[in-house]
């Protein structure tokens, strides 16, 4: 499937959306028994969103007078509803809300969150080394204008690679993007996490592109806290408030990354194992930043409209402060006299490869996870390339691991 334009990343008409429920105008603030105000935090339930789960865990929400109710709404709708007042506020992924912003999404970032989340890989026996070596060859993705195909157009982009016209995309469940390199069906694939560190932890994949450790990726925001723009532009002081309990999550996370992912397994905000969540944190940087959001905001706007996925005409200065928020007293200097606390065995262990690895070899085939772009996914070992994949638990797919 050549993909002749890459502007393809419209988002649903309002009025023909149904969102069971989910979809509603932002309702008047209300307060609870024991005097806080109420708030709705939307999340999915991957890898990724752990500030989230320790600003609720931790009771940063409290901290700030607010009870938080945790909505968890599906992948395909979470843009939709955010906007529609489904709930109030989450942390995403920014540049997924760039293209939607420029049709008229009503939204509002107000900080960075953290980087790295996504990756272009491809078979440890591949000659591929560049995206040069791409041209004319097969990227296996979880979705046209996912996240990572987002990324690796943007990658391909930045070293003259038309990934319209050069490269044939073709299109899998996220959990069949390791079988379908494994087969030959395609050249390299485009991630994120935890699959890509599951794929490289099975030992027959590597990296071609990291937006955790290459240049100029590795310190842009892919993540950031994003609200509903009229709950936002209502209700500034509460919006504040949210902020700083998810920031200050995220510096948690960043200073306990192994409890915290552990924390996240156990309370099933999703599913994973300890080890498995605890190498996928690990790629990622939680240290938050006001400054850094902005920036990233802008960066990601114009490598798109570059690659053809903003409009051409599109103010890259006007888009950005459409739908930026600053919040008075949040700035990279209160982040950084901002104190949590540093908990026993809450750090990555030295040993944490080799974790990971024994604990893949003992729960695999009961292992279910979600990613930045997929419903919850079964991780399964490799099986010979005739094996077909299988359905696991509604809609999840099975996440093959090469050998």
């Known amino acids: 499937m050549k993909i002749q334009s890459l502007a393809l990343f419209a988002i649903l008409p309002i009025a023909a959306l149904s969102l069971s429920g989910c979809g509603k105008e932002p309702a008047a603030v209300k307060v609870g028994e024991n005097g806080l105000s109420k708030i709705k935090v939307g999340y999915i339930g991957l890898t990724c969103e752990a500030p989230l789960f320790m600003a609720q865990e931790k009771g940063f929400f409290k901290e700030e007078g607010l009870e938080a109710e945790m909505v968890k709404c599906e992948w395909s709708k979470y843009k939709d509803v955010l906007a529609l007042g489904g709930f109030d506020i989450t942390h995403h992924l920014i540049m997924m809300f760039l293209k939607p912003l420029e049709q008229g999404l009503n939204v509002r970032f107000t900080g960075g969150v953290h980087t790295g989340c996504l990756r272009v890989q491809t078979s440890t026996e591949s000659t591929l080394k560049t995206a040069q070596d791409l041209k004319g060859k097969r990227i296996g993705v979880p979705g046209q204008m996912t996240p990572p195909m987002i990324f690796a157009t943007r990658w391909l982009n930045d070293n003259g690679v038309d990934a319209g016209k050069d490269i044939e995309w073709k299109v899998y469940p996220a959990g069949e993007l390791g079988l379908a390199l494994e087969k030959g069906e395609v050249d390299a694939i485009a991630d994120a996490e935890p699959i890509g560190t599951m794929l490289v932890a099975g030992g027959k994949v590597r990296n071609l592109a990291d937006q955790a450790k290459d240049a100029p990726y590795k310190d842009e925001y892919c993540c950031a806290v994003i609200a509903n723009g009229k709950w936002a532009d209502s209700n500034p002081d509460l919006c504040a408030r949210a902020t700083r309990a998810i920031l200050k999550g995220a510096k948690w996370v960043q200073t306990n990354p ?11 905000y999703l599913g994973s194992n300890p080890e498995l969540n605890t190498s996928a944190i690990a790629n990622l940087n939680y240290m938050p930043s006001i400054d850094g959001c902005h920036k990233a905001m802008g960066t990601a706007a114009t490598a798109m409209q570059k690659a053809g ?45 080799q974790r990971l690895l024994a604990e893949l070899a003992v729960t695999s085939d009961n292992l ?11 991780v399964v070992q490799a099986k010979p390339p005739e094996t077909k994949i299988a359905q696991a638990n509604e809609g999840a797919t099975e996440i093959v691991l090469p050998r």
């Open 258 to 268: 192994a409890a915290a992912a552990r924390e996240a397994v156990e309370k099933k």
């Open 309 to 353: 996925m903003l409009d051409a005409g599109t103010n890259i200065d006007e888009l950005v402060g459409k739908g930026w928020l600053p919040m008075p007293g949040i700035t990279d200097q209160w982040l950084g006299e901002l104190k949590v606390e540093k908990v026993a065995m809450g750090q990555i262990p030295p040993d944490q490869e």
């Open 368 to 378: 279910v996870v979600a990613t930045c772009c997929s419903k919850a996914s079964k």
